[in-house]
């Protein structure tokens, strides 16, 4: 063999150990590439190709004003598109954008099926809710989906980044359904059982008012709503929770009990070691004559609050030495009255007090009753210029 066909043999070779060394690629492919240059229009990336590949900045971002030379480095690697095999120059012409699209459908599937976690930045208000884009695809957030709360204002979140689930997913019709509400309503849960885990009855904790009902207020400990009910506000009597707290309030409880079973807390507004019921005995005995306030009516007669925190009951048969129908037809509610101390049951808190017999009577008055007795005058009569 002569020199000249030695050395056509080993040029052969050698294109055709190029050739093979090189990838067969075809238009609609995503390969992976090295950027060998960038400048403010394009970037020329080396595909493994018998020529490289050119990637204009409309196929890198959809924002024109963009840098292409802050986005892209030299020797970066990245994943392109095929968009063409020829630019009519030669060059095979690329996409990131598409690249990132088809990947990016590739993960929303994977985090449908496996139930992931996504990022995203909402973008826009639509009709029902708001629109975000996760590397060009665009997807919806209804507004029901969007908080565990009710969400009175969907302008709020434009702007926001939010972690979502993919809760609707059809690849061929590009439906890209999202939710927050399933990822707070996991966390939600999550601070309930660790709570439930962890609260004791005896604690003191810190609450925030989430909502008023007629018979007491619930508070949110974390994840968990307690109540106070009414009789919890405050040592006082109280009618209408609104009166104490407010929605909103961050407040100071004390823990009553606790049922996991039934997800329920009983808290207690008032301090629970500052109980007047406990000096009762070193500050009032049967027979004293004290004044109280006329604090609510019953059927059977009128409590009076004859201490901050301590009431007692004056049955109907103790208000006058006459028979009344209902206390409300002798007393009004927040009177000033002088009650005598008939009974004080400390195991049970309840005290009975008599109107009637802490009224002091001059004694001719009381001669004038007896004298009139027959006569049909009556102890209203003879009373009216006492004060109750």
């Known amino acids: ?29 995503i390969v992976k590439g090295k950027i060998i240059s960038v400048t403010e229009n394009d970037a020329i990336v080396n595909i493994g190709y018998m020529s490289d590949g050119i990637l204009p900045k409309s196929e890198v971002s959809e924002n024109e004003e963009e840098n292409l030379m802050d986005t892209l480095k030299e020797n970066e690697e990245i994943y392109v598109y095929i968009l063409d095999m020829n630019d009519g120059e030669g060059n095979v012409l690329l996409s990131k954008k598409e690249a990132d699209k088809i990947k990016t459908w590739d993960e929303l599937e994977k985090a449908f099926k496996e139930k992931t976690d996504v990022e995203t930045v909402v973008k826009e ?49 590009e439906k890209v359904v999202l939710s927050r509400k399933v990822i707070e309503k996991a966390e939600a849960e999550n601070k309930k059982e660790q709570l439930l885990n962890t609260i004791k009855a005896g604690e003191k904790r810190t ?42 309030d961050k407040v100071e409880v004390y823990v009553l009990s606790v049922d996991k079973e039934n997800n329920r807390i009983a808290l207690a507004l008032k301090d629970v070691n500052e109980d007047p019921w406990k000096n009762v005995s070193s500050k009032l005995k049967t027979g004293d004559v004290v004044e109280g306030e006329i604090s609510k009516f019953t059927s059977f ?29 002798v007393l009004n509610l927040g009177d000033k009255v002088r009650v005598k101390i008939l009974d004080i ?36 009569d003879l009373l009216k210029d006492f004060k109750f």
């Not at 207020?217 to 040592?235: M, N, P, R, T, Y």
């Not at 009975?352 to 007896?370: G, M, Q, V, W, Y």
């Open 301 to 329: 007669g009128a409590f009076v609050e004859i201490q901050p925190g301590v009431e007692g009951l004056v049955h109907i048969s103790e208000i006058s030495e006459e028979r009344i129908l209902k206390p409300s037809d």
């Open 125 to 173: 208000v639509v009709k029902g809710g708001v629109v975000t884009y996760i590397n060009g695809i665009r997807a919806f957030i209804p507004g029901s989906q969007l908080s565990l709360s009710y969400v009175e204002e969907l302008k709020s979140f434009v702007g926001k980044t939010l972690v979502v689930k993919v809760i609707e997913f059809d690849r061929e019709k």
């Open 1 to 29: 063999m002569t020199e000249e066909n030695k050395d056509a043999n080993s040029m052969k070779e050698f294109m055709e150990d190029i050739e093979s060394s090189m990838k067969s690629i075809r238009r609609g492919e």
């Open 207 to 248: 609450g925030v008012v989430s909502r008023l009902a007629k018979f007491g207020a619930f508070v949110d400990l974390g994840g968990v709503d307690g109540l106070i009910h009414v009789s919890e506000l405050s040592w006082k009597r109280v009618n209408n929770p609104a009166d104490v707290v407010s929605v909103g």
């Open 345 to 380: 049951d400390n195991k049970e808190n309840r005290i009975s007090l008599s109107i009637k017999d802490a009224i002091e009577r001059p004694k001719e008055d009381l001669d004038k009753f007896n004298d009139n007795e027959s006569a049909g005058t009556s102890l209203a």
